[in-house]
């Protein structure tokens, strides 16, 4: 009596092993490139659910309402603060290690009045992750745009 038996040699599983390390390598640097462009889109994405929601907090309450970093020695890369008056309303958290933001003008804070318009001529972000650059704008209505202007 014969018996087949079904399964995979060493040499088989070996040669699997191999091209599966070979393709992660070859896979890894898109990967990270990804990695990086999914974290930006996070911070920058924070930050401008921070003004959206001081915006509507400062048209439904009318009044105003300031948006400023959290740390002013670190900028606003370091957290974002929503205040009424010296009432601290909301904190949003810092950006992940490797971001830089930077406003226009070295703006602290930026004041939404009771229509949820800003003074001015508004405030520009500029943010950088790597090789990664993104822009916020806040037009003097209260609109926040992610491209384009005002």
Not at 32 to 48: C, F, K, P, T, V
Not at 117 to 142: H, I, M
């Amino acid at each position: 009596m014969r018996r087949f038996l079904h399964g995979f040699t060493l040499v088989e599983l070996m040669v699997a092993l191999a091209l599966v390390g070979i393709l992660a390598t070859l896979a890894a640097p898109a990967f990270q490139g990804s990695m990086e462009r999914s974290r930006a889109d996070s911070d920058i994405n924070e930050l401008r659910m921070a003004l959206s929601f001081a915006r509507l907090e400062a048209i439904n309450k009318s009044r105003s309402i300031t948006v400023a970093a959290t740390d002013a020695d670190e900028g606003w890369a370091a957290g974002v603060t929503v205040k009424q008056g010296d009432t601290v309303v909301r904190e949003f958290s810092a950006m992940k290690s490797g971001a830089q933001l930077q406003a226009e003008g070295d703006e602290t804070e930026i004041i939404f009045d009771n229509l949820g318009g800003v003074d001015g001529d508004g405030v520009n972000f500029a943010y950088t992750r790597g090789d990664t650059n993104k822009s916020l704008k806040v037009c003097p209505t209260g609109r926040i745009l992610m491209a384009g202007d005002c």
